[in-house]
Nanobody, 119 residues
Framework: QVQVVESGGGFVQAGGSLRLSCVASGSIFNINAMAWYRQAPGKEREGVATIVTGGGTNYADSVKGRFTISRDIAKNTGYLQTNSLKPEDTARYYC?????????????WGQGTQVTVSS
C-alpha cells in the first residue's frame, strides 16, 4: 500500500507564506505526477497545481505567480510553496500521488493540511 502525508499548513496573515510538504511512502514506484488540491468549507475541491514526470507544471489561474510546486524524486516528496497568501486561499490542502502499475492508474490521497489566512 501507499501512504501520503501532508504537512506544513498553519495560520498566517495575508501576504504571508507557507511551504506545504507531501511525503509518499510504502510501495512506491512509477510516480507519474504529484498534485495539490484544496477544499474550502461549503465549496468543491479544486485543483491547485500539478507536477509531472519530467518537471512540467500546471497551476490554477487563481494561484499563478504566487504558488510554486516542486518535487524531490529521490525522497518521494512534493512541495507547494505558497506566497502572497490571501484570505480566499483558506482551505484544506490535499496532496495526491499518481502512479501507474500494470498499465493501471492509481491515485493516492493524503488526509490534508489546513491553511488559514487572516485578513
Amino acid at each position: 500500500q501507499v501512504q501520503v502525508v501532508e504537512s506544513g499548513g498553519g495560520f498566517v496573515q495575508a501576504g504571508g507564506s507557507l511551504r506545504l510538504s507531501c511525503v509518499a511512502s510504502g510501495s512506491i514506484f512509477n510516480i507519474n505526477a504529484m498534485a495539490w488540491y484544496r477544499q474550502a468549507p461549503g465549496k468543491e475541491r479544486e485543483g491547485v497545481a500539478t507536477i509531472v514526470t519530467g518537471g512540467g507544471t500546471n497551476y490554477a489561474d487563481s494561484v499563478k505567480g504566487r504558488f510554486t510546486i516542486s518535487r524531490d524524486i529521490a525522497k518521494n516528496t512534493g512541495y507547494l510553496q505558497t506566497n502572497s497568501l490571501k484570505p480566499e486561499d483558506t482551505a484544506r490542502y490535499y496532496c495526491t500521488v499518481v502512479m501507474t502499475t500494470g498499465g493501471r492508474r492509481h491515485d493516492y490521497w493524503g488526509q490534508g493540511t489546513q491553511v488559514t489566512v487572516s485578513s
